[in-house]
């Protein structure tokens, strides 16, 4: 794998990757009005149907924004880790703020990528920078691994190859 040709990131960008490993977003999606209100710190939501959950399942949780399209209480990708009655399941997150009972939430469920090892990785130059001193992708920069495995498929920034097995060179 190499950085080399590879675009710059932006000043202080701190999402800016070289490796990008992405699980499968499945088309398995719930919403409902919560219909009673979850406390502040609370980590059991209620739902339109508890079977529609796994005890060990990933979902992306997002409830409705009340102003602005990105101003939302609660967007995360969440483990479901208990089922606690027909309605109501608890997850491995606590709320920071009291959702009202007019709320509605989305649940969509993700299988995440899982047991990724890069082994051998190994940085051979330094990225260029206009900062004297510094590099500009400390992390980012020449580097060659020798073996990527996964449970799930996973995609690899601008060195991948179809398939999701990450291409390697040196």
Same mark, same amino acid.
């Given at each position: 794998m190499t950085t080399v040709g590879i675009e710059n990131a932006g000043k202080d960008d701190p999402f800016a990757a070289v490796m990008f490993f992405r699980g499968e977003v499945t088309d398995s999606v719930q919403e409902a009005k919560l219909?009673?209100?979850? !406390? #502040?710190?609370? #980590?059991?939501? !209620?739902? /339109?149907?508890?079977?529609?959950? /796994?005890v060990g399942d990933w979902y992306a949780a997002e409830v409705n924004a009340l102003s602005g399209r990105w101003e939302r209480e609660l967007q995360r990708m969440v483990q479901v880790t208990q089922i606690v009655d027909g309605t109501h399941i608890r997850i491995n997150y606590k709320n920071?703020?009291?959702?009202g009972k007019d709320r509605t939430? $989305?649940?969509? @469920?993700?299988? !995440?990528?899982?047991d990724v090892t890069v082994s051998n990785l190994k940085f051979l130059g330094t990225a260029p920078t206009s900062t004297p001193g510094r590099t500009r992708w400390p992390s980012s920069m020449r580097c060659a691994a020798t073996s990527t495995t996964s449970t799930a498929p996973a995609r690899s920034g601008r060195s991948s190859s179809a398939g999701g097995t990450? $291409? $390697? @060179? !040196?």
């Amino acid at each position: 794998m190499t950085t080399v040709g590879i675009e710059n990131a932006g000043k202080d960008d701190p999402f800016a990757a070289v490796m990008f490993f992405r699980g499968e977003v499945t088309d398995s999606v719930q919403e409902a009005k919560l219909g009673e209100v979850v !406390p #502040d710190l609370g #980590d059991i939501f !209620p739902v /339109a149907d508890s079977s529609f959950f /796994a005890v060990g399942d990933w979902y992306a949780a997002e409830v409705n924004a009340l102003s602005g399209r990105w101003e939302r209480e609660l967007q995360r990708m969440v483990q479901v880790t208990q089922i606690v009655d027909g309605t109501h399941i608890r997850i491995n997150y606590k709320n920071g703020w009291p959702l009202g009972k007019d709320r509605t939430m $989305t649940w969509r @469920r993700v299988v !995440p990528v899982q047991d990724v090892t890069v082994s051998n990785l190994k940085f051979l130059g330094t990225a260029p920078t206009s900062t004297p001193g510094r590099t500009r992708w400390p992390s980012s920069m020449r580097c060659a691994a020798t073996s990527t495995t996964s449970t799930a498929p996973a995609r690899s920034g601008r060195s991948s190859s179809a398939g999701g097995t990450p $291409t $390697t @060179r !040196p």
